[in-house]
């Protein structure tokens, strides 16, 4: 056992060590450690006696699993119907066209459930509300590094 994946020890332990909880223990070790690396990945087979290859093969199916650590900021659009209608997809398309930065991702969810304050962000677990594309990538550039 690795001391660098201690924090990983009472999600394995709180399900037996068991193989069938593959999903459950990557999404745990993804929480705590922010990706899945190579080690981590050796190091969850080798406790859950499975090969490194259904592992891998895991991890790499289910696009939620990060395999790199991700960019500082997360940016999402929200592209649900009461979004859209308010200009979302330009919103969208203007984000992706001017911000290709790599410490910003940029992707999109389906509906957020905030729909009076629409066009909306989320950056980093935060609702930003009624965005257009100039007000967006103002408060995008000042959390650049």
Known sequence: MSPVFD????????HGYRAEALLEVLAAAQQIYGHLSPSLLRH???????PLSRVQ???SF???FRLSPPPRHQCLVCTG?????????LLFKALQTTLK?????????????????????????????????????AGLRKLEP
Do not use: F, K, N
């Open 57 to 59: 093969g895991t991890a």
């Open 44 to 50: 969850v087979a080798g406790l859950l006696r499975l």
């Open 81 to 89: 119907t009461a979004c859209h209608v308010q200009g979302a997809g």
């Open 101 to 137: 930065q790599p410490w910003c991702e940029l992707g999109s969810v389906r509906c957020i459930g905030s729909c009076s304050g629409g066009p909306l962000l989320v950056v980093d677990g935060d609702i930003w509300t009624h965005q257009t594309s100039a007000t967006a990538l």
């Open 7 to 14: 924090a990983l020890d009472p999600v394995l332990r709180r």
């Open 62 to 64: 289910y696009h939620l």
